[in-house]
Protein backbone atom coordinates (compact mmCIF):
# COMPACT_ATOMS: atom_id res chain seq x y z
CA UNK A 1 0.00 0.00 0.00
CA UNK A 2 1.42 2.77 -1.32
CA UNK A 3 0.09 5.11 1.99
CA UNK A 4 1.94 3.24 4.30
CA UNK A 5 4.98 2.62 5.47
CA UNK A 6 6.39 -0.37 6.24
CA UNK A 7 8.57 -0.42 8.76
CA UNK A 8 9.75 -2.97 10.71
CA UNK A 9 7.91 -4.44 13.37
CA UNK A 10 9.17 -5.31 16.92
CA UNK A 11 7.44 -7.90 18.92
CA UNK A 12 8.25 -7.78 22.84
CA UNK A 13 6.95 -9.85 25.35
CA UNK A 14 7.62 -10.53 29.16
CA UNK A 15 9.92 -13.70 30.28
CA UNK A 16 8.26 -16.27 31.98
CA UNK A 17 10.13 -16.45 35.29
CA UNK A 18 11.07 -19.69 36.12
CA UNK A 19 12.08 -19.50 39.29
CA UNK A 20 9.14 -19.65 42.15
CA UNK A 21 8.11 -16.45 44.05
CA UNK A 22 7.67 -18.12 47.54
CA UNK A 23 10.45 -21.33 47.04
CA UNK A 24 10.46 -24.07 49.46
CA UNK A 25 13.92 -25.74 48.92
CA UNK A 26 17.25 -23.99 49.24
CA UNK A 27 17.88 -24.74 45.53
CA UNK A 28 14.46 -22.09 44.94
CA UNK A 29 15.68 -19.59 47.63
CA UNK A 30 19.19 -19.54 45.64
CA UNK A 31 17.67 -19.38 42.11
CA UNK A 32 15.16 -16.67 43.13
CA UNK A 33 17.99 -14.71 44.59
CA UNK A 34 20.20 -15.09 41.97
CA UNK A 35 17.40 -13.61 38.76
CA UNK A 36 16.82 -10.81 41.49
CA UNK A 37 19.90 -9.92 41.44
CA UNK A 38 20.59 -10.46 37.36
CA UNK A 39 23.22 -12.80 38.37
CA UNK A 40 24.97 -15.52 35.84
CA UNK A 41 25.45 -18.96 37.97
CA UNK A 42 29.26 -18.36 37.60
CA UNK A 43 29.24 -14.50 39.66
CA UNK A 44 26.71 -16.07 41.79
CA UNK A 45 29.22 -18.88 42.01
CA UNK A 46 32.36 -16.32 42.79
CA UNK A 47 30.65 -14.42 45.57
CA UNK A 48 29.70 -17.72 47.68
CA UNK A 49 33.26 -18.73 46.99
CA UNK A 50 32.10 -22.01 45.44
CA UNK A 51 32.63 -23.40 42.09
CA UNK A 52 29.79 -22.86 38.81
CA UNK A 53 28.45 -26.09 38.88
CA UNK A 54 28.33 -26.36 42.57
CA UNK A 55 25.81 -23.75 42.23
CA UNK A 56 24.13 -25.57 39.28
CA UNK A 57 23.57 -28.43 41.65
CA UNK A 58 22.36 -26.41 44.67
CA UNK A 59 19.55 -24.47 42.44
CA UNK A 60 18.41 -27.99 41.27
CA UNK A 61 18.12 -29.49 44.35
CA UNK A 62 20.76 -32.08 43.53
CA UNK A 63 22.67 -31.67 46.60
CA UNK A 64 23.09 -29.22 49.60
CA UNK A 65 26.04 -26.55 51.16
CA UNK A 66 27.85 -28.34 53.64
CA UNK A 67 28.30 -26.55 57.09
CA UNK A 68 31.45 -24.54 56.48
CA UNK A 69 29.95 -23.59 52.87
CA UNK A 70 26.20 -22.20 54.76
CA UNK A 71 27.61 -19.11 55.90
CA UNK A 72 28.48 -17.42 52.44
CA UNK A 73 24.91 -18.58 50.86
CA UNK A 74 22.88 -16.88 54.01
CA UNK A 75 24.67 -14.10 53.19
CA UNK A 76 24.54 -14.28 49.30
CA UNK A 77 20.71 -14.79 50.41
CA UNK A 78 20.56 -11.95 53.14
CA UNK A 79 18.47 -14.70 55.76
CA UNK A 80 18.77 -17.94 56.04
CA UNK A 81 15.85 -20.15 54.29
CA UNK A 82 16.24 -23.46 56.65
CA UNK A 83 12.61 -24.05 58.32
CA UNK A 84 13.06 -23.23 62.50
CA UNK A 85 14.74 -26.83 64.35
CA UNK A 86 12.79 -29.23 66.01
CA UNK A 87 14.48 -32.19 66.71
CA UNK A 88 17.54 -32.14 68.18
CA UNK A 89 19.31 -33.72 65.19
CA UNK A 90 17.79 -30.30 63.49
CA UNK A 91 18.94 -28.01 66.23
CA UNK A 92 22.82 -29.38 66.38
CA UNK A 93 22.18 -29.12 62.38
CA UNK A 94 21.45 -25.69 62.75
CA UNK A 95 23.98 -24.94 65.41
CA UNK A 96 26.73 -26.46 62.92
CA UNK A 97 25.66 -24.27 60.16
CA UNK A 98 26.09 -20.98 61.93
CA UNK A 99 28.96 -22.08 63.16
CA UNK A 100 30.68 -23.34 60.22
CA UNK A 101 31.65 -26.36 61.63
CA UNK A 102 31.36 -30.17 60.87
CA UNK A 103 29.45 -32.72 62.88
CA UNK A 104 33.05 -34.50 63.64
CA UNK A 105 34.53 -30.86 64.95
CA UNK A 106 31.27 -30.88 66.82
CA UNK A 107 31.93 -34.35 68.67
CA UNK A 108 35.71 -33.38 69.11
CA UNK A 109 34.75 -30.37 70.99
CA UNK A 110 32.00 -32.59 73.29
CA UNK A 111 35.39 -35.00 73.11
CA UNK A 112 33.21 -37.95 71.89
CA UNK A 113 33.56 -39.81 68.65
CA UNK A 114 31.89 -38.53 65.84
CA UNK A 115 30.37 -42.18 64.65
CA UNK A 116 28.55 -41.88 68.15
CA UNK A 117 27.29 -38.35 68.04
CA UNK A 118 25.78 -39.43 64.91
CA UNK A 119 24.01 -42.49 66.08
CA UNK A 120 23.11 -40.61 69.39
CA UNK A 121 21.47 -38.00 66.70
CA UNK A 122 19.87 -40.02 64.41
CA UNK A 123 18.14 -42.24 67.08
CA UNK A 124 20.43 -45.46 66.64
CA UNK A 125 21.90 -44.90 70.28
CA UNK A 126 19.92 -43.67 73.56
CA UNK A 127 21.71 -40.38 74.80
CA UNK A 128 22.49 -40.76 78.50
CA UNK A 129 21.46 -38.03 80.75
CA UNK A 130 24.88 -36.54 81.26
CA UNK A 131 25.09 -36.38 77.56
CA UNK A 132 22.46 -34.89 77.41
CA UNK A 133 22.88 -32.25 79.26
CA UNK A 134 26.47 -31.76 77.52
CA UNK A 135 24.82 -31.65 74.19
CA UNK A 136 22.24 -29.13 75.53
CA UNK A 137 25.06 -26.89 76.90
CA UNK A 138 26.95 -27.25 73.78
CA UNK A 139 23.62 -25.73 71.80
CA UNK A 140 22.87 -22.97 74.46
CA UNK A 141 26.67 -21.73 74.68
CA UNK A 142 26.80 -18.80 72.74
CA UNK A 143 28.54 -18.69 68.99
CA UNK A 144 31.44 -16.80 69.81
CA UNK A 145 32.50 -18.65 73.06
CA UNK A 146 32.31 -21.73 70.33
CA UNK A 147 35.10 -20.10 67.41
CA UNK A 148 38.14 -22.40 68.59
CA UNK A 149 36.12 -24.92 67.12
CA UNK A 150 37.28 -24.72 63.85
CA UNK A 151 41.12 -25.46 64.81
CA UNK A 152 39.88 -28.40 65.61
CA UNK A 153 40.03 -31.34 63.50
CA UNK A 154 37.69 -32.06 60.51
CA UNK A 155 38.31 -35.84 60.22
CA UNK A 156 40.79 -38.49 61.85
Known amino acids: MPFCRQTPLT???????????????LGGHLKRRRK?????Q???AEQMGVSTDTVVNWEKDKSKPVAAQFRPVVA???YDPTPEPQTLADRVEAKQRRLGASLAQVA???GWD????????????RLSPVRRDALEAFLHAEDGALAGMHSLKRRR
Request: net charge positive; glycine share 10%; hydrophobic share 40%.
Open 108 to 110: RHL
Open 42 to 44: REA
Open 76 to 78: FLG
Open 11 to 25: LKALRVKDYLANPQT
Open 36 to 40: ELGLL
Open 114 to 125: PGSLRRYLDGTW
